[in-house]
């Protein structure tokens, strides 16, 4: 078993850059994987990555038609 880093509210909305108000309501709304360590939560690296990873958009690409035209 890997031991795995937990995160705090903090660390998290410093690395998805937000306020600390966004990975407390991802919480809140049971949207992230998170630990109650007594009164405080914190989030598993891992989970964070796969929340990013879950949420990425990939980019579409465009066929060119041929025409130089736009639609």
Not at 4 to 12: K, P, S
């Amino acid at each position: 078993m890997t031991v795995d880093r937990l995160l705090t509210v903090q660390q998290v909305a410093e690395r998805l850059g937000t306020g600390v108000r966004f990975p407390r309501r991802l919480v809140e709304e049971r949207r992230i994987t998170f630990v109650k360590v007594g009164r405080h939560v914190r989030i598993p690296e891992w989970a964070l990555e796969a929340y990013v990873s879950e949420h990425t958009v990939q980019p579409i690409t465009l066929r060119p038609n041929g025409l130089g035209t736009a639609a």
